[in-house]
């Protein structure tokens, strides 16, 4: 991603931007995404949001649930539980997997609730 994407509204501002460096995310001792090509999504006055390219997650750890919730600016947002080893977070991983025009740049990239996994950022 070469400039920043700016979507939403001015009262409710959305930038997609290349975040730096490598990110992994890990739960129960077990490595499920590392990627050197994660977006950073900061929305309005929320804290910034690290989506992964779906091609750098073990997807064999998870499972998609039935929950499902829908954003005005980015769309419906899938949700999956990560399992590992005897333990489980319940819909700790989301997706836009068909978002909005707007923010398309996050289509095929999922999203971790940082309070249900290890998640650190790493030089390159």
Not at 65 to 74: A, F, L, V
Request: aromatic share 10%.
């Amino acid at each position: 991603m070469k400039a920043p994407i700016l979507a939403g509204t001015a009262d409710h501002p959305i930038t997609i931007t290349a975040a730096p460096g490598r990110v992994r995310v890990a739960f129960a001792g077990r490595v499920v995404a590392d990627t050197v090509r994660a977006l950073s999504l900061a929305e309005a006055s929320y804290p910034p949001v690290t989506y992964i390219p779906r091609e750098d997650v073990d997807l064999t750890a998870f499972a998609r649930s039935d929950h499902k919730t829908r954003c005005p600016y980015k769309g419906e947002a899938s949700y999956y539980s990560i399992h590992a080893g005897d333990r489980t977070a319940q819909n700790a991983v989301w997706s836009y997997e068909q978002p909005l025009e707007a923010v398309t740049a996050i289509a095929r990239y999922m999203a971790f609730y940082p309070d249900r996994v290890e998640m650190e950022a790493l030089a390159q």
